[in-house]
C-alpha cells in the first residue's frame, strides 16, 4: 500500500508541477507577487496531495518565534519536503539555491521571477558578493530567505559540515538569522521513492542572539538544530498532534 500510495503521489507531484508550471507562463510577464503566488498555491497543492494520498501530515512547532519582516530561516535539510514547504509557509520566501537549477526550462525561469537567490559554487568572490547583494536586497523588501547551511540534503542520522554561506548573509544583510529543525527525513527519505504515512515536525528555535561573530554564530547554527533535531527523531511517531499550537498548513 505505501509503495502504491508513493506512486500515485509522484504522479500527482510531476503532473502537478508541469501542469501548474505551463498554465502560469503568462504570469512570467505580470508583476513578482503574481508569480510568488502562482510558487505558493503550487507548493500548497503538493502539500494536500501528500496529505491525502499519503498520509502526511505536519506538526509546526514554535511558529511566533519568526520575526517580522526580513530574516534568514537557516534550516535542517534531510529531504526535498524542506524544498516545498517553505513555499508554502512563508508569504515571501527567498530560497538561496544552486545557479544550475535557474537553468532548468519553465522551473528555473518561475524561480528567477519569483525573486529566488542563486549561489555559483564555484564562483568564488564574485559569486558570493552577487548572493549577498540578492540576499540584501530580498531583505530590504521584508522577504523571508531560506537557507539550508548544510548544502545539501543529509540523510537520518548523517551530519555534514555546515557552510559559511549563511552568516555571510547574517553579516551583510543584518538580518535576525532563525535556526529551524525538522525531521522530514522519517517520511520523505533522501532521494526515496517511498513516502511513509506519519507527521513531519518542524521546529522554529528562537532568534540567534546578536553580536556573535561568524565562527560564533555557525557553531551555535549547528549545535542547536543538530540538537533540536535529534529530539525530534527521538520523539515517536505515533500520537502526533495535526498542526498543533499556531500554524495550520493545508
Excluded: C
Aim: hydrophobic share 50%; glycine share 10%.
Amino acid at each position: 500500500m505505501i509503495w502504491l500510495r508513493s506512486l500515485v503521489f509522484n504522479i500527482l507531484f510531476f503532473s502537478l508541477t508541469a501542469f501548474i508550471g505551463i498554465l502560469a507562463l503568462p504570469a512570467l510577464l505580470l508583476p513578482v507577487e503574481a508569480m510568488r503566488w502562482v510558487t505558493r498555491f503550487w507548493a500548497q497543492s503538493v502539500m494536500l496531495a501528500l496529505r491525502h494520498v499519503v498520509g502526511v501530515r505536519l506538526e509546526v512547532r514554535g511558529w511566533h518565534h519568526l520575526p517580522e519582516g526580513g530574516v534568514v530561516i537557516a534550516a535542517k535539510h534531510q529531504s526535498a519536503f524542506d524544498t516545498l514547504i517553505w513555499l508554502s509557509l512563508l508569504s515571501q520566501p527567498a530560497y538561496v539555491m544552486k545557479k544550475e537549477l535557474l537553468a532548468i526550462p519553465i522551473y528555473g525561469w518561475h524561480a528567477r521571477k519569483a525573486g529566488m537567490i542563486p549561489v555559483d559554487r564555484a564562483g568564488g568572490g564574485a559569486a558570493l558578493r552577487g548572493m549577498l547583494r540578492a540576499a540584501t536586497t530580498a531583505v530590504a523588501e521584508g522577504r523571508q530567505v531560506v537557507i539550508f547551511p548544510e548544502g545539501t540534503r543529509t540523510a537520518v542520522g548523517q551530519r555534514v559540515a555546515y557552510q559559511p554561506g549563511v552568516v555571510a548573509i547574517a553579516a551583510g544583510t543584518g538580518a535576525p538569522v532563525v535556526p529551524v529543525a525538522t525531521d522530514s527525513g522519517r517520511v520523505w527519505g533522501r532521494r526515496h521513492f517511498l513516502k511513509r504515512p506519519g507527521v513531519i515536525r518542524i521546529s522554529v528555535l528562537p532568534p540567534l542572539p546578536p553580536g556573535l561573530n561568524r565562527a560564533r554564530m555557525l557553531s551555535a547554527l549547528e549545535t542547536q538544530i543538530e540538537e533540536e533535531t535529534d529530539r525530534l527523531m527521538a520523539e515517536p511517531q505515533q500520537g502526533a498532534r495535526d498542526n498543533p499550537v499556531d500554524k495550520s498548513v493545508g
